[in-house]
């Protein structure tokens, strides 16, 4: 049986759609978080006021507050993966190739919808995309990502 090695580049690219998910999952935990804390303590206010413990408010607070913090720092790093996928797309040299690249990788289109936002034979948009592969495999070598793509 025979064994294909992965591109490295269709792997770095393809983490676009993952890290977009991802992130959003993330921001809407922020959101999620933030909202149970607001109830929460709409919640224990009248509790709080009659025992005097308004330590328990607080602790709620800042702790949805520290996870807030951890979410969006996950968030920050995940938009520079983002922006470094997107790096790689705009070094890519010629025009179709980038357009390729962004409607598979990006939008994630099929190779249809590719070939019909393009107005290209399905075999044209293949060879675009073979090219702009290896011109993203020049990149990555160039910016010392090849490692953790097994370049």
């Not at 959101?31 to 025992?51: E, F, G, H, Q, Y």
């Not at 996870?67 to 720092?73: G, N, S």
């Not at 994630?108 to 495999?137: F, N």
Request: charged share 25%; proline share 3%.
């Amino acid at each position: 049986m025979l064994s294909v090695t992965p591109n490295p580049a269709k792997a770095f690219l393809s983490r676009y759609r993952h890290l977009e998910a991802r992130r959003a999952a993330l921001l809407d935990e922020v959101t999620d978080i933030m909202a149970r804390a607001t109830d929460t303590a709409a919640k224990l206010r009248p509790v709080v006021a009659a025992s005097g413990a308004s330590d328990k408010l607080g602790e709620i607070v800042a702790a949805a507050v520290d996870t807030q913090a951890c979410v969006l720092e996950s968030s920050a790093q995940i938009d520079a993966q983002l922006r470094e996928v997107l790096a790689a797309i705009e070094a890519v040299p010629d025009e179709r190739q980038r357009l390729v690249l962004t409607l598979r990788y990006v939008r994630g289109l099929s190779w249809t919808q590719i070939q019909e936002a393009m107005h290209y034979e399905r075999t044209q948009v293949y060879v675009l995309h073979g090219r702009a592969l290896a011109a993203v495999r020049t990149w990555l070598e160039a910016h010392d990502v090849c490692d953790m793509y097994k370049l």
